[in-house]
């Protein structure tokens, strides 16, 4: 069956600019994640939705970031006042519910000039 | 809190020898463990799992783990490399106390397969 998607697969921005990452979860997962990872690094935890609500946005890094998930499937990442530290690759996962194994799609590359 | 260290960044064999990536880990409760890998420009793929039933934990393509709690590692082996073993590989922790699987990756071992 279909994995995670990540669309799109390159973002290339300016400082300052707002820009909008999408994920589609595997069909039927009920939890879904965003990572960052960073060049010579793993991923770091963002946030975590269980259905349509952010269950734990502990990650998120500042106020400039936030990312909704309005029907309980699509999610999108948002970034406002985009900073040259925000570029990294901007990974998803999902699960079937949370405690279960997580599915990783192939990431967002963003690049902030 | 939860932490995972690598202890090698890089990691070089040959086709056809055996292969360990170090994992040692950190944590307050009781952990699960894992070891996901990353091809270029493809999305991580789970190798293996350990979530506290037997200690050694068989994987994908060959690959198993140990999970030995007296020595906090949780070290990966593979029998015999493949050149199609050649990625980033990362040791993860998570717990459940959260309510979910809280992953926290490590910095990641680059394996070279050299024919």
């Known amino acids: 069956g279909a994995g995670v998607s990540q669309t799109p697969s390159n973002k290339v921005t300016e400082k300052g600019k707002y820009v909008e990452l999408r994920c589609d979860p595997i069909s039927g997962h009920t939890a879904l994640y965003w990572y960052r990872q960073s060049l010579g690094q793993g991923p770091e935890f963002l946030i975590y939705f269980q259905g349509t609500g952010a269950a734990d946005d502990s990650g998120l890094p500042n106020d400039r970031f936030f990312a909704v998930r309005p029907e309980g499937s699509v999610s999108t990442l948002k970034i406002q006042r985009t900073e040259r530290g925000d570029s990294a690759v901007y990974l998803c996962a999902s699960s079937l519910q949370g405690a279960d194994t997580q599915y990783f799609g192939p990431g967002t590359r963003l690049t902030v000039l | 809190a939860q932490s995972v260290t690598q202890l090698d960044s890089h990691v070089s064999v040959s086709e056809g020898t055996p292969v360990l990536l170090r994992c040692n880990y950190s944590s307050s409760y009781s952990p699960s463990l894992f070891w996901y890998v990353q091809h270029p420009n493809k999305g991580l793929q789970l190798l293996l799992k350990?979530?506290?039933?037997?200690?050694l934990v068989k994987g994908i393509n060959g690959f198993e783990a140990e999970f030995k709690k007296s020595e906090t590692s949780f070290h990966l082996t593979k029998p015999s490399a493949h050149m199609s073993d050649a990625a980033e590989y990362f040791c993860v922790v998570s717990t459940l106390n959260t309510g979910f699987q809280k992953l926290v990756f490590g910095t990641g071992t680059r394996l070279l397969v050299s024919p």
């Open positions: 350990y979530t506290s039933a037997a200690t």
